[in-house]
């Protein structure tokens, strides 16, 4: 049972345009969620995150919300540049386990530019 | 400060041997954990460690993965008689280990069994 879940596995996004990223979960015990970008061999690296506190958080280009009563997320890059191109992950701790995080499947972002 | 650092960065071992995963976390970090990345899958947990407490093995999909952390350093990953569908990108991550923390991964190592 897949409690994160991506479901755009891929996504093309002209340079300069907005990149769109959507996240869905199932457990409702999730309250915090952060987002990581990962380049090919390398590991994932933190981007942003969010408690369920807020409905939005902001860092320069990235934004993101977050919508409880759907249990959606979503991250918003923009202006997109063509470094952005990578896969991301959205993910959610387990408190009642250590905090061992719940990923999504990742999206790939490929930024044309 | 340096990151979380992993050895090997590639493996490639035949199917039955078996393999030892280096990880070094963050300096402080109390918490680590396990992942790995099977292709065109999403990372699953493993393996997790918090201070001097009991590990939580959840994750370990068989017995023939086992993991130690020495204290508040190094751990190591082991998985005997490997077969082929080990072959996977296995993750590092630390964290400070408070409540909720954000966590810092390494580059991984590639295991490929043949």
């Known amino acids: 049972d897949q409690q994160v879940k991506q479901n755009s596995p891929s996504l093309s996004v002209q340079e300069g345009r907005i990149s769109i990223l959507n996240c869905d979960y199932t457990?409702?015990?999730?309250?915090?969620f952060l987002w990581y970008k990962k380049y090919p061999a390398e590991g994932p690296t933190f981007l942003i995150s969010i408690s369920s506190i807020k409905d939005k958080n902001e860092d320069g280009r990235f934004t993101v919300f977050l919508n409880k009563s759907a249990k959606h997320l979503s991250l918003h890059i923009v202006p997109s540049q063509p470094g952005d191109s990578a896969v991301y992950f959205c993910?959610?701790?387990?408190?009642?386990?250590?905090?061992?995080?719940?990923f999504g499947g990742g999206t790939r972002v490929l930024v044309k530019p | 400060g340096a990151g979380v650092s992993q050895s090997p960065s590639n493996k490639v071992t035949e199917k039955g041997k078996d393999v030892e995963l280096r990880c070094d976390p963050i300096s402080g970090h109390t918490a680590l954990y396990w992942y790995r990345q099977r292709l065109g899958q999403g990372l699953e947990f493993l393996i997790y460690?918090?201070?001097?407490?009991?590990?939580?093995k959840s994750g370990l999909p068989s017995d023939r993965f086992s993991a130690e952390r020495t204290g508040e350093s190094v751990s190591t990953l082991t998985i005997q008689r490997t077969q082929q569908e080990d072959s996977a990108v296995y993750l590092c991550?630390?964290?400070?280990?408070?409540?909720?923390?954000?966590?810092?991964f390494g580059p991984g190592t590639r295991l490929t069994v043949l």
């Open positions: 993910a959610s701790p387990i408190k009642a386990a250590g905090n061992k995080l719940t």
């Open positions: 457990n409702s015990m999730f309250d915090y």
């Open positions: 991550a630390s964290s400070r280990g408070l409540a909720v923390d954000t966590q810092y």
């Open positions: 460690f918090q201070g001097n407490s009991a590990p939580d």
